[in-house]
């Protein structure tokens, strides 16, 4: 590919997705100034990208747009809802010849006419109503003092910043609430100062030390969400307002001197992920080389392991680097959702709000490049099953427009991805019936589930409830494609749905991918690797606390009774036998299975990589990685070997 429609192609995708953000905010909100110059700013960059390729219903239809926009940047054309839906199909249109040109190298045939008619959707911009506010409005006076205060930082700042002023309540102390610790957790703060209340300094003698008499401001290159996140606890105590640049992005040689940004092709990140992988083995070989060198002279076995600690900190420190520079928004790999979401739901004749939030937080590019599909799945299923048509939802006393919601937060180490929305809800006795008529479990057997375990049946491969072939469904690419490629993610779907309300998909994601951390086990006189992320738990129980439960056995853990496989059996190996029984339990289906294991070995953190040859046909196993000693070890998939 031609080495400027690539770059035309990767910052169109860019600039799609920040305006769609934009014009997302702009639907909540149409004075919000930020997204108003924010999508300004992308549509014109837009239009310039398209008159490179001298693309011109392109450019005439962004040229359209950015008059509108520009008019409400002056205040001299009031955005309501009608005009911001307009800018949205704009920008669908936009977006749907970024990928013809990557695609076909050109415009369809009929782009002058699609854009013409796009254009006409804008009609007539409002214009100022009386009274309303224009732009410019001064800022408060402690944002103007902070600008001229950190003025070098600002310049010198390549994200869009937020300020904020944080007056703590003077008996905050009182309520447990440590202010410096509250600013000290404020997510990518870059400049914190601490200011008197007042006009000045309380003196010695007018010093209450159980009092507050200070106010916290500072900058951050977070979100505002992420801002408000930090100050969840003290909403009314803190002011917070996104920074504007005061002038258009420059290009060329007027931006030298400023950060710029760096594109690498992706190919070569994944091979300093290998070179880190290799280096990780090889700082892992050296505490037994340690150990062994004890026996022969301590004094250098000391000294090894000193050298051991600093290659581990530096082997750490590079790992962060790496895993930072790995890092990406969400937001545009899942650019094409709201359109896409929008289109399914006129071909099915339904009226749907698609809201998505969060999608800026970052995550490891190959869980952001891997999660679109999936994610497309859940959305059309929740538009085509779960949404009711206009009439049926009037009948219900609901809302004739349906809400499908797309969420993303950070919780400790993992990416909590949250759709849901408020259709009708799983009929369970349909699903039971699905199953049964697909020869995927017995009637009496689908009668038996409670009602958690009946949800779970959609994951079946092979399930469907559709009746015939559509656009949308009964194509055999079902849920258990969606969880197929969750679990290659390393992650966890669960569901949960109420008649008449709705339904929920929660799924669970690592933020990070380039090292996996792996326990060891052995079985059958083999080692194996097993990913943390799928043991909930390893246990120790008497052999003789397995009892047999039809034709396998089955053991008593909290209370609940979990059927227990033999790994070395599974692996076609002989089982070892002892008193005790070494169990690693997993999920399969939402419901514990515990696997036994000839013994329990080390945790390690290495690099997995991915299964090539005679390995990638083997069922059950995710990847391999190398072992301190040089040898290979297999990493086995658990919840597959359960199944």
């Given at each position: 590919m031609d080495e400027l429609l690539e770059q035309f192609l990767v910052e169109g995708r860019e600039l799609v997705a920040q305006a769609a953000h934009?014009?997302?905010?702009?639907?909540q909100d149409p004075r919000d100034e930020a997204a108003v110059d924010s999508a300004f700013r992308a549509m014109h960059t837009l239009k310039g990208s398209f008159a490179i390729f001298a693309l011109a219903p392109a450019e005439r239809l962004l040229h359209a747009a950015e008059d509108v926009?520009?008019?409400?940047?002056?205040?001299?054309?009031?955005?309501?809802?009608?005009?911001?839906s307009s800018l949205v199909a704009c920008l669908d249109q936009v977006d749907r010849w970024v990928e013809a040109v990557g695609r076909d190298g050109a415009l369809p045939e009929d782009?002058?006419?699609?854009?013409?008619?796009?254009?006409?959707?804008?009609?007539?911009?409002?214009?100022?109503?009386?009274?309303?506010?224009?732009?410019?409005?001064?800022?408060?006076?402690?944002?103007?003092?902070?600008?001229?205060?950190?003025?070098?930082?600002?310049?010198?700042?390549?994200?869009?910043?937020?300020?904020?002023?944080?007056?703590?309540?003077?008996e905050c102390f009182f309520r447990g609430d440590d202010p410096l610790a509250i600013a000290e957790a404020i997510p990518e703060l870059i400049a914190l100062a601490v200011l008197p209340s007042g006009d000045r300094w309380p003196s010695s003698d007018e010093l209450e030390p159980f009092t507050c008499f200070s106010v916290l401001e500072g900058l951050s290159t977070a979100s505002e969400a992420d801002m408000r996140a930090a100050f969840r606890l003290q909403p009314d105590q803190v002011e917070l307002i996104p920074l504007l640049r005061d002038a258009e992005p420059r290009r060329g040689?007027?931006?030298?001197?400023?950060?710029?940004?760096?594109?690498?092709?992706?190919?070569?990140?994944?091979?300093?992920?290998?070179?880190?992988?290799?280096?990780?083995?090889?700082?892992?070989?050296?505490?037994?080389?340690?150990?062994e060198a004890a026996l022969l002279d301590p004094l250098l076995a000391a000294r090894l392991r000193?050298?051991?600690?600093?290659?581990?900190?530096?082997?750490?420190?590079?790992?962060?680097?790496?895993?930072?520079?790995?890092?990406?928004?969400?937001?545009?790999?899942?650019?094409?959702?709201?359109?896409?979401?929008?289109?399914?739901?006129?071909?099915?004749?339904?009226?749907?709000?698609?809201?998505?939030?969060?999608?800026?937080?970052?995550?490891?590019?190959?869980?952001?490049?891997?999660?679109f599909e999936p994610l497309l799945h859940l959305?059309?299923?929740?538009?085509?099953?779960?949404?009711?048509?206009?009439?049926?939802r009037n009948a219900a006393g609901k809302d004739a427009v349906g809400r499908v919601t797309l969420e993303f937060r950070r919780e400790g180490d993992a990416i909590i991805a949250?759709?849901?929305?408020?259709?009708?809800?799983?009929?369970?006795?349909?699903?039971?019936?699905?199953?049964?008529?697909?020869?995927?479990?017995?009637?009496?057997?689908?009668?038996?589930?409670?009602?958690?375990e009946a949800l779970r049946l959609i994951f079946r491969p092979g399930f469907s409830t559709a009746a015939e072939v559509s656009e949308i469904s009964g194509r055999g690419v079902g849920m258990d494609a969606v969880q197929a490629a969750i679990a290659r993610l390393r992650g966890a779907i669960e569901i949960d749905s109420q008649p008449g309300t709705g339904t929920r998909?929660?799924?669970?994601?690592?933020?990070?991918?380039?090292t996996t951390r792996l326990l060891v086990v052995e079985a059958g006189g083999e080692r194996y690797g097993v990913s943390l992320d799928q043991v909930a738990e390893t246990v120790r129980v008497d052999a003789a606390a397995l009892m047999p439960v039809g034709s396998g056995l089955a053991c008593v853990l909290r209370e609940r009774t979990v059927p227990v496989l033999d790994l070395a059996t599974l692996l076609k190996t002989e089982p070892a036998r002892g008193l005790y029984a070494k169990l690693v339990v997993t999920e399969v289906g939402g419901n514990p299975v515990a696997l036994r294991v000839d013994s329990f070995s080390e945790r390690i953190d290495t690099v997995l990589r991915p299964p090539r040859g005679i390995l990638a046909s083997a069922p059950g196993v995710i990847g391999s990685a190398v072992m301190s000693d040089g040898g290979v070890l297999i990493v086995l998939d658990l919840p597959e070997l359960a199944a």
């Open positions: 934009d014009l997302s905010a702009l639907e926009l520009h008019g409400a940047r002056e205040g001299t054309t009031t955005l309501n809802a009608r005009i911001v782009a002058a006419g699609v854009s013409a008619r796009t254009i006409a959707l804008l009609g007539e911009p409002g214009r100022v109503a009386p009274g309303l506010p224009g732009r410019g409005s001064a800022d408060p006076p402690w944002l103007t003092a902070l600008r001229e205060r950190e003025a070098a930082v600002i310049a010198a700042a390549a994200s869009p910043l937020v300020a904020f002023h944080y007056a703590p309540d003077r040689n007027e931006a030298a001197g400023e950060t710029s940004l760096l594109r690498v092709e992706a190919g070569r990140v994944d091979a300093l992920g290998d070179g880190l992988g290799d280096l990780i083995v090889a700082v892992n070989a050296l505490a037994p080389l340690a150990a000193t050298t051991q600690a600093d290659i581990e900190r530096a082997t750490d420190t590079l790992h962060r680097a790496l895993s930072r520079v790995r890092l990406v928004p969400l937001e545009p790999s899942l650019r094409r959702l709201p359109r896409l979401a929008r289109e399914i739901a006129e071909t099915l004749g339904k009226q749907v709000t698609f809201t998505l939030a969060g999608a800026a937080i970052e995550v490891d590019k190959q869980i952001a490049d891997g999660l959305v059309r299923n929740a538009i085509d099953h779960g949404v009711e048509p206009p009439q049926a949250t759709l849901s929305d408020d259709g009708a809800g799983m009929d369970l006795p349909r699903i039971r019936r699905a199953a049964v008529d697909r020869a995927l479990i017995s009637k009496e057997a689908a009668d038996a589930l409670d009602d958690a998909f929660r799924i669970r994601l690592p933020v990070q991918a380039l």
